[in-house]
């Protein structure tokens, strides 16, 4: 899973302990969770990272200041979660919300 976010997004920040959640359930089904934010302020992000402590988090916190990551997946907006598969295949885009947790059980089989 990757998700797109930013410091200033409040959704994307009251999301943060679904998201934790899901990646903790799903784990130990191989799967794993990128969080890249899209601040461009460095010092925002990295407040943004320690206040809500991202990097105690079961997943790796990375920063797309440029956005050049977000532009290869055409990400305009956020919160935006991808799952892609082992392969590197893209299986879902831009979910948010429930239809993350939806899709998650339809890849895992629940």
């Known amino acids: 899973m990757v998700d797109f976010w930013a410091s200033w997004?409040?959704?994307c920040i009251r999301a943060i302990p679904?998201?934790?959640?899901l990646t903790k359930k799903y784990a130990s089904k191989g799967m794993a969770t990128v969080y890249i934010s899209i601040d461009r302020d460095r010092n925002a992000w990295v407040k943004a990272d320690q206040d809500h402590k991202m990097s105690e988090?079961?997943?790796?916190?990375?920063?797309d200041e440029d956005r050049t990551i977000g532009a290869s997946y055409?990400?305009?907006g956020i919160p935006s979660v991808f799952l892609i598969?082992?392969?590197g295949t893209i299986l879902f885009e831009k979910l948010w919300g429930d239809a993350v947790e939806e899709?998650?059980?339809k890849v895992f089989g629940f």
């Open 103 to 105: 899709e998650l059980k």
């Open 57 to 63: 988090k079961p997943w790796i916190s990375l920063h």
């Open 85 to 87: 598969d082992k392969n």
């Open 18 to 21: 679904k998201i934790e959640e």
């Open 9 to 11: 997004c409040a959704p």
């Open 74 to 76: 055409f990400v305009s």
